[in-house]
């Protein structure tokens, strides 16, 4: 058997050693273990109008994921991001698939008896048949594009602030409805707080949470103020949508196209000098985009 034998002055520079390399490891574990728990962030942009065949391998180098209309995006009467599913996948895109949602005085109806006027019963239940064919509609679409059963589909809502009884009406029914049809809920909604005046603030997601009870809405907000919002950025670590302020964000668009003034004046310099959001390889600004992050590359799961 081998005998190691050390000099008393080796063996205490050998003690000194093994304390200082044990020390180091104390340190450094800690500082892994938290890079590995830090979760990842991803890039994705959305748009109104499908930007061409061409410029999503352009977009590719940016962004993980791209929005992806199931219908007519709002105020418009026509989707051209039709049939264009199998391409964007193809190209290594995710998605957010979105479908526009009504506003609030679509569902306020309004009728010439008063005594039908003032029946909120009844302005209930057409709010919750228009979710479950407004469902139906999105389910079919999402099938004939060619996306999965359990695909998150996102109602696109506007509006901003507390929304109306018939609207959580409508909301609830649009989301029983895709589950049975096989889908998951999602919603696209302001994540930005609204001041009510004798200091009450809401925030449309935060309403949306507490009047869905516990079905399993999944959240994109959107909250373009700065900060949080870095502006128009589109950095290889982005921050995650728990930055936006509302822990249980899914996804968060931090930045809109053209930007709102009145939000993004920390910010400004960060936008193209005709105040909307381009990415890096669109030297030519051709695609004005809205930029989100999200916890996953695909977070509609909808590959």
């Not at 989301?175 to 809401?202: F, H, K, N, W």
Request: hydrophobic residues 35%.
């Amino acid at each position: 058997m081998l005998k190691l034998t050390f000099a008393r002055g080796d063996k205490n520079l050998l003690g000194v050693s093994i304390i200082i390399f044990l020390f180091s490891v104390l340190l450094v574990v800690p500082a892994l273990s938290q890079q590995s728990s830090t979760p990842r962030a991803y890039l994705g942009f959305d748009r109104n109008d499908y930007p061409g065949d061409a410029a999503l391998l352009a977009l590719r180098r940016s962004f993980s994921f791209a929005g992806y209309w199931l219908g007519p995006p709002p105020g418009a009467k026509s989707n051209s991001w039709s049939g264009k599913r199998e391409l964007v996948r193809s190209l290594g895109f995710g998605f957010l698939v979105l479908y526009s949602g009504p506003q609030s005085n679509e569902l306020q109806q309004k009728w010439s008896e008063q005594h039908v006027f003032n029946n909120l019963k009844t302005r209930l239940s057409s709010a919750r048949k228009r979710g479950a064919s407004d469902a139906r509609q999105a389910t079919a679409a999402a099938k004939k594009e060619g996306f999965p059963s359990h695909t998150v589909i996102f109602l696109d809502i506007e509006e901003g602030g507390r929304l109306p009884a018939v609207y959580h009406a409508y909301l609830r029914s649009w989301v029983d409805q895709l589950e049975r049809a096989g889908y998951r809920a999602g919603v696209y909604c302001s994540g930005m707080p609204v001041d009510e005046g004798g200091g009450v603030t809401i925030i449309t997601a935060d309403d949306v949470r507490k009047n869905t009870g516990k079905r399993g809405v999944v959240y994109w907000v959107y909250n373009d103020a700065c900060p949080p919002s870095p502006g128009c950025a589109t950095p290889q670590n982005p921050l995650p949508p728990s930055a936006s302020g509302l822990p249980y964000a899914a996804a968060w668009q931090f930045a809109q196209s053209p930007r709102r003034k009145q939000f993004t004046a920390r910010c400004a310099a960060t936008y193209s000098a005709d105040g909307n959001c381009y990415a890096p390889s669109d030297t030519a600004h051709s695609w004005n985009l809205d930029i989100n992050s999200a916890d996953s590359s695909d977070p509609s799961h909808g590959r």
